[in-house]
């Protein structure tokens, strides 16, 4: 493409988007454009809009279950779990006996654990801490203590219970139990979805903290998660392969509190990361993406256990990073617009919708079904902005197109009848260059000494009236519901029966011829100061066949009519002049008219044409029997022409002042036998 061309098409394309913003409006563009920024902005930032943030997290819950693994159980941890019977026989519910917690520990100490994470909060005093505290510091296994702060937790610790928790923490030093943060964060629903974030200067997830002290031992276990240490995603639940057997096995504290006991249970131990803590009823129990299909909430001792196989199994599973998120965003608002602005079938515009919809709705579970943590992908803020792009920029496309619609139809109005242009508006196929053979009515019409008008007033008092009489005459056609062809200096021609044809073409054809007279008279009455007297309209109507559509090429086309019919209407027009008529309409148009009022006017020749005419004219104040009387007596001419002559003078004598009756008088007294009379 060269340079010029270039230029071209860019200057093409800019006066394009200015026509588009003019037909528009610049508050309409506004105000579109200002629903585009706010579709942006659901498209990519949901999570933070209220009500949204709801929708998102329910949905990502279904993809989380949709995609959950389902797993054996798991041998790597391990849940030594303070349960009702164990508060039961221990006669304690709050604080947890911590007899039976030193004695637990003593033999899970032996038994050959990676390491041992302890989620219960040591934050008042008991008589058995002395116990405990021995027990912890001669722990061999890495040992993790349940630790929170105020400021992580303001709803379930206060000042005392702060200051104690970090005494008895402080106790600890020298020895293998160290602190480590058993904080569960949630969603406002409640939900727990996301590992806490590594906050400088906290301590670590008690998950993390175990993993940490176990890869002292173990260094190929740090490659596995040192990925966790910022990770701050989705937490991956699983679930259970067979509903009889649980995700991560849970043994009775009670059992490892009794030596004789514990000592058969050391296989569940060894080589295993185990979590103590409580499964008690409405104790510690959190809401899960899990929870909604299942009904089950989690125990946070459990939460902890399934941090700590993710981070194992290194399944810290990526997000979208910020720029592709805008980028999608933007790919939707931009599909919703473009989509907006297509022409098409409405079931075409509706599969290309359903389309798009439903690529929206599955990416999110592709992606899921991949691997891709969903978490905060805007999966119904896609939704939501598309909508909104869409009725936005359909919004303003539908005023440029009611604005272009009334332009073109007041446009086609001033040629077609308004409900004609409005199916040609809806259908323009019924424009397409091309042209058929139809049976119209044709109608001509024209203004008695028009031209030698002209030559005796100033041009600008030409067109003044000029443009009055063929607006008046072209508001007769089109409420008759007639096609304006075209205008020849002060000609009016039209036609019914196409682009659309209809039952009652011809009555209205017929109307019109008439009513045009009328309106000619009218205009007449009373002429401008210095113009002189302006003459009556002449009108020709018939019926037959024509070639009509559109005609031209594509840069210009005329809806018009072509043919005999065309000719001939033109020629009755013109033969009123000599035969002393207004109206005249051919056999063929009178006998599909409808109406009763015309007369008979014998039969003529038409110039250029071969066959004659029999020619009608409208009389409406022309009796009905006097009608009838007058064809009786053109019948009879071709039997008994002296005597019908002899009738037909009779007749025209009783209207000595109708012009017209006189005129077919003269005509029948100079014509022979069975001729028509030609006109020049």
């Known amino acids: 493409m060269t340079e010029k061309t270039k230029d071209k098409a860019k200057k093409t394309w800019f006066r394009s988007a200015g026509r588009i913003v003019r037909d528009t409006g610049k508050f309409r563009v506004l105000g579109t454009l200002l629903f585009l920024l706010l579709a942006l902005f659901m498209a990519r930032y949901s999570w933070q809009v209220p009500f949204a943030d709801n929708a998102e997290r329910a949905l990502y819950d279904v993809r989380a279950r949709a995609y959950a693994p389902k797993v054996d159980q798991d041998p790597r941890v391990v849940m030594v779990v303070y349960n009702d019977q164990t508060l039961i026989s221990t006669r304690k519910r709050s604080p947890l006996d911590r007899h039976t917690l030193a004695n637990a520990l003593k033999a899970l100490d032996s038994m050959g654990a990676k390491a041992i994470g302890i989620d219960i909060l040591i934050d008042q005093p008991q008589d058995e801490d002395p116990e405990l505290i021995a027990a912890l510091r001669g722990m061999k296994t890495p040992t993790f203590l349940g630790y929170t702060d105020m400021e992580a937790n303001a709803d379930s610790i206060i000042y005392e219970q702060q200051k104690f928790l970090d005494a008895f923490v402080k106790q600890m030093d020298g020895s293998k139990t160290e602190p480590a943060s058993i ?3 949630v969603d406002p629903d409640g939900v727990a979805r996301s590992w806490p974030p590594r906050i400088k200067g906290k301590k670590a997830t008690l998950a993390l903290a175990m993993l940490g002290g176990a890869a002292e031992a173990d260094e190929t276990l740090w490659d596995k998660i040192k990925h966790f240490t910022t990770y701050d995603g989705s937490i991956r639940y699983r679930l259970p392969a067979d509903a009889e057997r649980p995700v991560f096995s849970s043994l009775p504290i009670d059992l490892f509190a009794d030596p004789a006991v514990a000592a058969a249970l050391q296989s569940e131990i060894q080589g295993r990361f185990v979590l103590i803590g409580g499964d008690i009823v409405d104790i510690d129990q959190f809401e899960t993406p899990m929870t909604a299909s299942s009904g089950k909430t989690m125990i946070g001792l459990e939460v902890h256990a399934n941090m700590l196989a993710q981070a194992l199994d290194n399944a810290n599973a990526p997000m979208l990073p910020d720029s592709m998120l805008w980028l999608a965003a933007a790919i ?4 919703a617009g473009l989509t907006a602005l297509l022409e098409l079938k409405w079931w075409q515009l509706t599969v290309f919708i359903v389309i ?3 690529a929206i709705i599955g990416l999110p579970f592709w992606l899921q079904s991949a691997g891709t943590d969903t978490q905060l992908l805007p999966a119904i803020g896609w939704i939501v902005g598309w909508g909104i792009a869409y009725a936005a920029v359909g919004s303003a496309a539908r005023a440029v197109g009611s604005e272009q619609r009334k332009f073109a139809q007041s446009a086609l109005g001033k040629y077609l009848p308004r409900d004609i242009a409005s199916e040609i508006i809806a259908d323009p196929d019924r424009l397409e260059l091309g042209g058929e053979k139809r049976p119209i009515f044709v109608i001509f019409s024209d203004l008695e000494g028009f031209t030698k008008l002209s030559h005796a007033i100033a041009p600008e008092m030409v067109a003044t009236l000029l443009n009055r009489y063929l607006e008046m005459l072209s508001e007769v056609v089109l409420e008759h519901g007639g096609t304006i ?3 020849v200096g002060d000609a009016v021609v039209a036609f019914w029966g196409a682009p659309i044809s209809r039952p009652d073409d011809g009555f209205n054809a017929a109307r019109c011829a008439w009513a045009m007279f009328e309106a000619g008279e009218a205009f007449r009455k009373g002429p401008p100061e210095g113009v002189p007297p302006i003459g009556k309209t002449r009108v020709g109507l018939h019926y037959g066949e024509a070639i009509v559509g559109n005609f ?16 001939t209407a033109a020629r009755l027009e013109s033969a009123n002049k000599g035969l002393g008529t207004s109206v005249i309409a051919s056999k ?11 007369r008979p006017m014998g039969k003529i020749a038409l110039r250029g044409r071969s066959t004659p005419v029999d020619i009608f004219e409208p009389a409406p104040e022309f009796s009905e029997s006097d009608q009838d009387h007058l064809k009786n007596i053109l019948d009879s001419l071709a039997q008994d022409r002296d ?3 002899k009738e037909l003078e009779a007749l025209a004598a009783r209207f000595p002042n109708d012009t017209a009756l006189q005129n077919l008088l003269h005509r029948c007294q100079n014509s ?3 001729e028509a009379y030609v006109i020049s």
């Open 552 to 567: 031209g090429g594509e840069g210009r086309i005329q809806y018009t009519a072509l043919g005999d019919s065309m000719n």
């Open 356 to 358: 798009q919809v439903a």
């Open 183 to 185: 904080r569960v964060d």
């Open 332 to 335: 939707v608002v931009v599909a």
């Open 588 to 598: 063929e148009a009178v006998e599909r008219s409808e109406l009763d009022w015309w």
């Open 485 to 487: 062809d075209k205008f």
């Open 672 to 674: 022979e036998d069975g």
């Open 643 to 645: 005597g019908g002559l």
